[in-house]
């Protein structure tokens, strides 16, 4: 795996690096998020959702675990483990339907799944520099 860095100096050129990945992308795709909280997450999967030719509003999906887009040249599946602790929580709110999407899934907080789910994620790292600059890490082989 060859890892590229970005840094971003502004949400629109995070957006904009989410978007270049939803061009691209392919049925089956899971993309693992990482970072902390304001650091950008929900921000790339609004580009990678106007990437794909979504139109609605994204919004993190904190509180409902998972918002389904559609509209565009893929659905985009969008899930938030922030507010699961436990491998066992995330095994019994049955996300492993999207580890294998029929269209794009973007997890938040996918280090939560742990090693042992057997299953393959493309990783994004978004890391907070300051207030304006985010060092965005991610498998460029395939983006």
């Known amino acids: 795996m060859r890892m590229a860095t970005f840094i971003s100096h502004s949400p629109a050129e995070t957006e904009a690096l989410g978007e270049r990945l939803g061009r691209t992308a392919a049925a089956g795709l899971v993309i693992g998020l990482t970072g902390d909280l304001g650091a950008g997450k929900t921000q790339f999967v ?9 139109t609605a509003r994204v ?19 969008h899930l938030d483990l922030y507010r699961l602790e436990t491998a066992e929580q995330i095994r019994s709110a049955g996300i492993e339907e999207f580890l294998a999407p029929d269209g794009v ?12 789910t057997g299953k393959k994620w493309l990783p994004v790292k978004l890391e907070i520099v300051n207030e304006s600059e985010r060092k965005i890490s991610y498998d460029d082989t395939g983006a």
């Open 105 to 116: 899934a973007v997890i938040e907080w996918v280090e939560r799944l742990g090693a042992g």
């Open 59 to 77: 919004h993190s999906p904190t509180f409902t675990l998972v918002n389904e887009y559609g509209g565009g040249r893929l659905k985009l599946f």
């Open 46 to 54: 609004r580009g990678l959702a106007r990437g794909l030719g979504v």
